[in-house]
């Protein structure tokens, strides 16, 4: 290959990297993987790919497996996650697309020549990255410690789904418990590299089944013997970080039949975290019954969420109203943490009386505008158990 030359190629190079910043939602997520706990490694591929690209452009010479290895690492540990080979590789082949489209479209005649000039280059590039690639998943197929991985995939995966887990012929037996205590975990957007020190804090605990999915992960932790779950429940609160940004668990208890039951509980509590973004990370059903109830209820929730839609474009109400009912529908309270008069707060709860036709202040009404306020909560944050 001869290497075009000239100040064109840094000045490409310069423009690729400006684009690709804040690139990773351009590209489609993978169908089981959280995107908080990839988009980090997704950011540093790409800039480590740029770099590798242009000085292959620049020079002619072809990277050598040294050069390539923290790419060729970083996609096999996506599939060790439970990604397919072939989502892997899509990422390359969408992602060059839309590098290429988007240059083309801002691109001056000159630029258009260059980049027809770097459009073979690149097709190299890529299929040589992406051969190795598929080599090393290749091989990593073959290792033992990699087949017991997807074999507990699978036991997982016929376990929340209500299936008779099949043990594989001339596998190490997965050990399976009579109860388990089902952890749904949701990540809020700014967890960004915590999620991977979460995931292992969970992956570590003995026994513990681990399937990853776009918003988290399900882990069932196995419930010795004598335990309801709070025992197990108290051993992972110690594992959990505190200082983390947002992440939420639900739990629920099952014996092995009842896991699918079990795992529909924890994810509507874990997306109820999510949702209300509650101070607390776990989630049990005992502390939200309240919630629960609306949450479960698919078919109610948005005419719940309508009671309030009056009150959309008067932020001060709703504020006040929030602050009421988290005080215990005590005006003074109210009043303190608003820094305003009492006298303020009732002229306000009646304005809200008279727009959504509900008095907070009565205790049977208020019952009513609470399930309203959490089912608007829960709409908003597009709620998806």
């Known amino acids: 290959m001869t290497p075009p030359t000239g100040p064109g190629i840094e000045e490409l190079r310069r423009s690729v990297v400006a684009m690709v910043d804040g690139f990773y939602g351009a590209v489609p997520p993978y169908p089981r993987l959280p995107e908080s706990l990839v988009a980090a490694d997704f950011a540093h591929g790409v ?60 691109a001056t005649a000159s630029e258009r020549e260059l980049l027809l000039t770097a459009a073979a280059p690149l097709m190299r590039y890529l299929g040589l990255l992406t051969q190795r690639i598929v080599a090393a998943a290749t091989d990593r197929a073959h290792d033992p410690h990699y087949e017991l ?36 975990f949701r990540l809020g957007p700014d967890i960004g590299d915590a999620a991977a020190d979460l995931r292992h804090r969970v992956e570590s605990m003995p026994g513990v089944l681990v399937r990853m999915d776009i918003s988290g992960w399900v882990a069932l932790i196995p419930l010795p013997p004598g335990d309801d779950g709070r025992d197990t429940t108290a051993l992972l609160r110690t594992r959990l970080p505190r200082s983390a940004p947002a992440y939420w668990v639900g739990t629920a208890t099952a014996t092995r039949p009842d896991i699918p039951s079990g795992y529909a509980e924890a994810r509507i509590l874990a997306e109820l975290g999510r949702c209300l973004e509650r101070a607390e990370n776990l989630c049990r059903r005992d502390d939200l019954q309240f919630e629960y109830a ?92």
């Open 294 to 385: 609306i949450a479960a209820g698919d078919a109610a929730r948005p005419g719940l969420a309508a009671v309030l839609a009056p009150l959309e474009p008067q932020p001060v109400l709703t504020r006040t109203l929030e602050l009421f009912l988290a005080t215990g529908l005590n005006q003074l309270a109210t009043a303190r943490r608003l820094d305003i008069h009492r006298n303020t707060v009732n002229y306000r709860l009646c304005r809200i009386r008279d727009l959504i036709g509900l008095d907070p202040q009565n205790p049977t009404e208020a019952m009513t505008v609470a399930a309203a306020l959490t089912a608007q909560r829960l709409q908003a944050h597009h709620f998806a158990p």
């Open 47 to 106: 800039k480590l790919n740029v770099d590798l690209f242009f000085r292959y452009l620049r020079t002619g010479i072809e990277p050598d497996e040294d050069d390539t290895a923290d790419m060729v690492r970083l996609a096999v540990e996506r599939v060790r996650d439970g990604a397919a080979v072939t989502d892997v590789l899509d990422r390359y082949r969408l992602g060059a697309s839309v590098v290429w489209d988007r240059l083309l479209d801002s």
């Open 149 to 184: 991985m997807e074999h507990r995939r699978a036991v997982t995966d016929a376990l929340l789904t209500g299936r008779d887990p099949q043990q594989w012929p001339g596998r190490p037996t997965v050990r399976l418990a009579e109860r388990y205590l089902i952890t749904v």
